[in-house]
């Protein structure tokens, strides 16, 4: 009886204890849900693709005072919640698959827009719209990006940095390549919008972007039909 009560009580012991309590002088282990500090929250989800100070790495410099004077408060909140299809940005939003609240997306949409926003960044020249208002003419875009972006791209896009190559342009949206012919990528050596000779209008940059989605669908073609069509 005596070595029974003894094991009894030591399964007591084991099964009741639960979590251990943290030694004195340590600090709580917080649930991810409850992280709420916007360097940690940054570091952890965003900073991989977009750069640990915001200004880029292997996408948009989500940082740059010419992404947060197009990209409002709104528009950074659906991205980072819903992501976009098809590419490399995941949704983070637990409504959608990921691992962060709500609570926790808002706080990084307001550290973004508090560390990074330079709102006299820019005097006479105000960036193009972030989305396009009107269908773009690719046969015009083409001479844009000729006498604009060639320097660079080569008049093709498809040497040095091939921005028009058909694999690269099915990893990211029509709107990503509108955001980078604005912003920029000035990490990697590409200028914004004001620095190609003469600043681009919106007009120019909805007109590029079309004729870079053209050659993404002929590439796209080209994969499907390889033998041509007959």
Same mark, same amino acid.
């Given at each position: 009886?005596?070595?029974?009560?003894?094991?009894?009580?030591?399964?007591?012991?084991?099964?009741?204890?639960?979590?251990?309590?943290?030694?004195?002088?340590?600090?709580?282990?917080?649930?991810?849900?409850?992280?709420?500090?916007?360097?940690?929250?940054?570091?952890?989800?965003?900073?991989?693709?977009?750069?640990?100070?915001?200004?880029?790495?292997?996408?948009?410099?989500?940082?740059?005072?010419?992404?947060?004077?197009?990209?409002?408060?709104?528009?950074?909140?659906?991205?980072?919640?819903?992501?976009?299809? =098809?590419?490399?940005?995941?949704?983070?939003?637990?409504?959608?698959?990921?691992?962060?609240?709500?609570?926790?997306?808002?706080?990084?949409? +307001?550290?973004? =827009?508090?560390?990074?926003?330079?709102?006299?960044?820019?005097?006479?020249?105000?960036?193009?719209?972030?989305?396009?208002?009107?269908?773009?003419?690719?046969? +015009?875009?083409?001479? #844009?990006?000729?006498?604009?972006?060639?320097?660079?791209?080569?008049s093709d896009g498809r040497s040095g940095r091939a921005i028009a190559d058909?694999?690269?342009?099915?990893?990211?949206?029509?709107?990503?390549?509108?955001?980078? #012919?604005?912003?920029?990528?000035?990490?990697?050596?590409?200028?914004?919008?004001?620095?190609?000779?003469?600043?681009?209008?919106?007009?120019?940059?909805?007109?590029?972007?079309?004729?870079?989605?053209?050659?993404?669908?002929?590439?796209?073609?080209?994969?499907?039909?390889?033998?041509?069509?007959?």
């Amino acid at each position: 009886m005596k070595y029974a009560a003894l094991a009894l009580s030591a399964l007591l012991g084991i099964t009741s204890c639960g979590t251990p309590a943290p030694h004195a002088g340590e600090a709580p282990v917080l649930r991810p849900s409850d992280v709420a500090d916007f360097r940690l929250l940054y570091g952890q989800n965003c900073s991989g693709c977009h750069g640990v100070d915001g200004q880029g790495g292997l996408s948009v410099p989500v940082g740059d005072p010419v992404y947060l004077a197009i990209a409002d408060d709104s528009t950074i909140r659906r991205i980072t919640a819903e992501g976009v299809p =098809r590419t490399a940005m995941p949704a983070f939003a637990q409504a959608s698959g990921g691992m962060l609240t709500n609570a926790q997306i808002d706080i990084l949409v +307001r550290g973004i =827009r508090a560390r990074w926003t330079k709102p006299d960044a820019f005097k006479k020249d105000r960036p193009p719209a972030y989305a396009a208002s009107q269908a773009g003419d690719a046969a +015009r875009g083409h001479n #844009v990006f000729s006498a604009s972006c060639s320097s660079c791209h080569s008049s093709d896009g498809r040497s040095g940095r091939a921005i028009a190559d058909g694999s690269y342009l099915r990893l990211v949206s029509d709107q990503h390549l509108r955001t980078v #012919v604005i912003t920029g990528m000035p990490h990697l050596g590409m200028p914004d919008w004001r620095h190609h000779g003469e600043p681009l209008s919106d007009a120019d940059v909805t007109d590029v972007v079309a004729w870079l989605v053209s050659q993404r669908m002929t590439f796209l073609s080209q994969l499907n039909h390889p033998g041509g069509s007959e």
